[in-house]
């Protein structure tokens, strides 16, 4: 049986702790678009000279770009979902538009609370983000900071935002929390797992029809939703072994490779390193390179002792737990908060206290945002068609 086997009420701790640390990989890739540009260069190229040895250098650079690379975080997430969602319709029959609708409260309750949680402050006049962006010139006076928060605060348009945009027709310019690009892809991805699981269940052609999305959204250069498939792929696998006459054999030989331990775990991080460097020599389309690293990732997770034991620590687990309040709220955070410090203290030290600062608050208000938004959010979509599920 694979180590990745739960039961379907249960959370995989290793994946939390994944989660968590996925979430302040965003919030410092936020960061440094935000106001470490410039030193985040410098670093990268102070590395080169610090005497170590020659190998070193690169693993080093590497690692940096690692933990503030925002966007490989996302697809982690992405693929997470993915092989989670269908754990529990595996054992139980679900219908395909109750699970949309309680899909749609669970995600749409902290949405909600995210966007009004902008828009009072940008009522309140605390959004400094283009103002810091004009003071500080290039590279921040980019499209992307300056575009923050330059219309006027609507109460009406910022609640159209939360329940219909967000989800159905996304627009960065004019929303009020950016990071929501990611909620429409999770929830049409979402969607698609539920399609497939409850049209097909445990069909023993199910696999063909998995196979054959799984092509057609590769050749259609739709990676986010092949990488919905590939999840959805992955936990069949896992959770119906029994179901189909191939995963046995495939799972016989994984189990064989995986009994040396020590060498895959060398080989995945070397692979988490320079498995990109060599995707980008190939000119791979980056969210074709993300779509690969998040399974690589998410796989040693799931698979390795070494990488269960790290992410089973307290402390990961714990980021996990608040990891979606984070992301939720940290980019209106940074925008208020830490754009208002670094415009008063714009020195290095002034910005290194205040993205200590930024990440305390932010996690004192992810605690409190977990705990009476995004549970009472959760709790209010179980409570949804329970009847039928």
Not at 44 to 64: M, N
Not at 79 to 85: G, P, Q, R, T
Not at 93 to 115: D, N, T
Not at 222 to 237: E, I, M, N, P, Q
């Amino acid at each position: 049986m694979n180590p990745a086997v739960t039961p379907p009420h249960t959370r995989i701790r290793q994946l939390e702790g994944l989660r968590g640390l996925a979430a302040v990989v965003v919030m410092v890739h936020h960061l440094v678009i935000t106001c470490w540009l410039v030193e985040f260069g410098h670093v990268q190229s102070a590395i080169d000279h610090w005497p170590l040895p020659g190998p070193f250098h690169p693993v080093l650079v590497q690692l940096a770009e690692l933990f503030a690379d925002g966007h490989l975080a996302v697809w982690v997430f992405w693929i997470m979902s993915a092989y989670v969602l269908p754990i529990r319709l595996f054992s139980e029959e679900g219908r395909f538009f109750p699970l949309a609708i309680r899909r749609y409260v669970r995600l749409g309750v902290p949405v909600l609370a995210s966007i009004l949680f902008a828009w009072a402050l940008l009522k309140a006049g605390w959004m400094f983000a283009h103002k810091l962006a004009i003071v500080t010139g290039s590279p921040y006076s980019s499209d992307w900071l300056a575009s923050f928060y330059t219309f006027s605060p609507n109460l009406p348009f910022a609640l159209r935002t939360a329940f219909w945009d967000t989800f159905f027709h996304f627009d960065e310019p004019s929303s009020y929390n950016p990071v929501l690009w990611t909620i429409e892809k999770e929830y049409w991805g979402s969607l698609l797992i539920y399609a497939l699981v409850c049209f097909q269940g445990k069909s023993r052609h199910r696999l063909w029809v998995y196979a054959g999305a799984l092509l057609l959204f590769l050749l259609l250069k739709k990676f986010w939703v092949a990488g919905f498939v590939l999840g959805l792929l992955w936990s069949d696998y896992d959770h119906l072994p029994g179901s189909h006459p191939f995963w046995p054999w495939l799972q016989t030989w994984e189990t064989r490779l995986m009994k040396v331990q020590a060498i895959w775990l060398i080989l995945s991080f070397v692979a988490v390193l320079f498995l990109r460097l060599g995707l980008d020599q190939l000119h791979f389309p980056t969210d074709l390179k993300n779509m690969i690293l998040s399974i690589l990732i998410v796989y040693a997770t799931l698979r390795l002792r070494a990488w269960r034991y790290f992410f089973n620590q307290k402390w990961l687990t714990w980021l996990g737990k608040i990891s979606f309040s984070l992301y939720l709220i940290h980019l209106p955070l940074l925008c208020a908060f830490t754009c208002w410090w670094v415009l008063g203290h714009p020195s290095f030290a002034g910005k290194m206290v205040g993205s200590l600062l930024s990440f305390a608050l932010a996690l004192g208000l992810s605690v409190l945002f977990e705990r009476w938004i995004d549970r009472p959010g959760v709790r209010l979509s179980r409570r949804l068609f329970r009847k039928n599920q």
